[in-house]
Structure formats: structure tokens, C-alpha cells
T-cell receptor, first 115, second 112 residues
Framework: GAVVSQHPSRVICKSGTSVKIECRSLDFQATTMFWYRQFPKKSLMLMATSNEGSKATYEQGVEKDKFLINHASLTLSTLTVTSAHPEDSSFYIC???????????FGPGTRLTVT | EDQVTQSPEALRLQEGESSSLNCSYTVSGLRGLFWYRQDPGKGPEFLFTLYSAGEEKEKERLKATLTKKESFLHITAPKPEDSATYLCAVQAWGGTASKLTFGTGTRLQVTL
């Protein structure tokens, strides 16, 4: 139980284009999903908290117009990186909270490379 | 501001050589402390949640303990398949609901 998937697992895009990453909870409904970014040998940094049916809450320093988050259903949240630049290259990981519990279950991550 | 510090940064053990990983934390009010395992190129895999000082949890060769300032992840008789990065995270009461603050992890390598 508590399986979270992400698609795609890897994506390469050209500078200036937009990329959409999907995060799905496969066997449970997630009212809250989270988006993280991880640099090599660094900690996971929370980018935003996504609640179903409402606007995402962004962490300080994260540009909400650049990283668009949509949580249209209880099993799907999407992160769109708009006008991507090489500095946006990173490992993006989503997580979902099971019910009202405290644990977060993570997806396998998406490696984004912007050329 | 919540902070999590993990040590050592890297640890190399021989198969069967038990050891402990440390997670020191400062948080305004601890709601929960979490341990995750992360393999290269993968997302973190949930291991344990600890809520109060004195609490212990076990899973196979792993045992997590918690005090008011730190948590330990004890690995007993490790095997090569235990090689991974182990992440510690804290969740505080108040603020952004469910926000996790992560440490930078301990990279564990278990050799034959």
C-alpha cells in the first residue's frame, strides 16, 4: 500500500520550454501532496505543498509563476516548470500524505535536464 | 528555524559489523521524527516514525530510537543490500502542516 508514482522518470528539454511532471497516488487518496527538489548529495528541499482543490502553498524563495502546481484530483498533482533554464536542472520528487497521518510516501523522482 | 544534522556523512561497514547513525535536531515543538532510506536515483522509502522521547521502533536489522535532542538508527549485522543513504526528517507543530525538514543524510556502504 501507499504507492506513489511519477511520470516521466527522466526528461531532457531545451532552454525556454515548459515541462510537466505528474505525481499520482496509486492505491490511496491524497488530499495533500508535496513537491521537493534535491541537488546531488544535498538534502530534499520542500518547494510547495499542494492541497486538492485549492492553491498550492509555496516555500519562501520558490517562484510560483515558474513552478506551477495543480492538484485537480485526490490522486493527481502536477508540477509544470515554465520557461525552463539550465539552473532548473535537478531531481524533482513528490510525496503524498496518507489520510490524516503524519507520514509522507514518496514517488521515485523525475530527473530534469535543461540544455 | 528547524534544523536537522546527520552524522557521519558517509559510513563504510563490513558485512556483519553493527553501527549507529546519528540525527541531531532542533525544532520548536516536535510532532514527529522520520527515517527514510534512499537508493541512488530513487525517491525516499519510509522506514519509521518516532513521536516522543524514549520511543523505539524496529524493522529487520534496523532499530530507531529517540531522545529530546537526537535520534539514532542502529544497524545490526548489516548486509550489502542495506547500502543506501539514510535520511532523517523532523516535523514540527504549527506552521505549514506536515512540512518535513530533512538532514543531508548518511551514505552507508556495506561490503562483503
Amino acid at each position: 500500500g501507499a504507492v506513489v508514482s511519477q511520470h516521466p522518470s527522466r526528461v531532457i528539454c531545451k532552454s525556454g520550454t515548459s515541462v510537466k511532471i505528474e505525481c499520482r497516488s496509486l492505491d490511496f487518496q491524497a488530499t495533500t501532496m508535496f513537491w521537493y527538489r534535491q541537488f546531488p548529495k544535498k538534502s530534499l528541499m520542500l518547494m510547495a505543498t499542494s492541497n486538492e482543490g485549492s492553491k498550492a502553498t509555496y516555500e519562501q524563495g520558490v517562484e510560483k509563476d515558474k513552478f506551477l502546481i495543480n492538484h485537480a484530483s485526490l490522486t493527481l498533482s502536477t508540477l509544470t516548470v515554465t520557461s525552463a533554464h539550465p539552473e532548473d536542472s535537478s531531481f524533482y520528487i513528490c510525496s503524498a500524505r496518507l489520510g490524516t497521518g503524519h507520514e509522507q510516501y514518496f514517488g521515485p523522482g523525475t530527473r530534469l535536464t535543461v540544455t | 528555524e528547524d534544523q536537522v544534522t546527520q552524522s557521519p556523512e558517509a559510513l563504510r561497514l563490513q558485512e556483519g559489523e553493527s553501527s549507529s547513525l546519528n540525527c541531531s535536531y532542533t525544532v520548536s515543538g516536535l510532532r514527529g521524527l522520520f527515517w527514510y532510506r534512499q537508493d541512488p536515483g530513487k525517491g525516499p522509502e519510509f522506514l519509521f516514525t518516532l513521536y516522543s522521547a524514549g520511543e523505539e521502533k524496529e524493522k529487520e536489522r534496523l532499530k530507531a530510537t529517540l531522545t529530546k535532542k537526537e535520534s539514532f538508527l542502529h544497524i545490526t549485522a548489516p548486509k550489502p543490500e542495506d547500502s543506501a543513504t539514510y535520511l532523517c526528517a523532523v516535523q514540527a507543530w504549527g506552521g505549514t502542516a506536515s512540512k518535513l525538514t530533512f538532514g543531508t543524510g548518511t551514505r552507508l556502504q556495506v561490503t562483503l
